[in-house]
């Protein structure tokens, strides 16, 4: 695969059917790597690097990239634009270890242009409000891995998404995401890493008061819903 081969033009068309993309084809030498290696192969120049990447990260950045804007032809056009782009100066980009990481904080920085140039709005805080970031009963959030009935897993889904939209946000990126806080706090556009870890503090504590009427529902894995979200 040489750079002018390369085509997201139909990248909308297969979230589409989001149910039916295949998996990614992660080439074995490159799975078994660390992200740093793989962004190093990247810039290199390796084409199965570029595969990669795109395979395990484009519908992860789509599902991110639809949360800020309906307009799922602005985000496709984003993501074409961030990869064009990552594969035109990759070897003036940096090193990092979390493409993820990279990937999502261009992103969101690319989607926010996007809508400020179309006079959508005129600031992050102002796209913020309008943000959805709902999250889901079937939601791989860390705080949802202890074995809550169909039920529980409603009621926290619906709780969790009475939080302010940065609040979910940082949510989603620390616990579904894995990311630290201090990637977090970059991505989000935050000075300090401490105003990141705050954030989801204070999006902890809301939540387990969300929660406290519905504690004899979730009982007897109440306190262990608050215990794995603080880890």
Known sequence: ??????????????????????????????SRQSEAAIWKAF????????????????????????????????????????????????????????????????L?????????????????DEAMKHADFNILEDSSLKFMYQEFSDQQKVIIAAECNKLPAKQKEALLLYFYEGMSYKEIAETIGMSR?????????????????????????LYPLWPFLIASALV
Request: glycine share 4%; net charge positive.
């Open 108 to 124: 969101r920085r690319k989607i926010f242009r996007a809508l400020k140039k179309e006079k959508i709005f005129i600031s992050v």
């Open 43 to 106: 810039r290199n120049g390796e084409e199965d690097a570029l595969v990669y990447i795109y395979e395990e990260y484009a519908n992860k950045m789509y599902r991110y990239g639809c949360q800020f804007s309906p307009k799922r032809e602005l985000v496709s056009d984003s993501i074409q634009e961030l990869f064009t782009e990552i594969i035109s100066n990759r070897h003036k980009l940096g090193d990092t270890s979390s493409i993820k990481f990279y990937l999502f904080k261009s």
């Open 1 to 30: 695969m040489n750079e002018k081969q390369v085509d997201f033009r139909h990248y909308g068309e297969r979230i589409e059917g989001e149910g039916n993309i295949k998996p990614p084809r992660l080439p074995d030498n490159y």
């Open 193 to 217: 890493t401490k105003s990141a870890r705050a954030l989801i503090y204070r999006a902890i504590d809301s939540m387990s008061k969300f929660l406290q009427p519905y504690k004899d529902v």
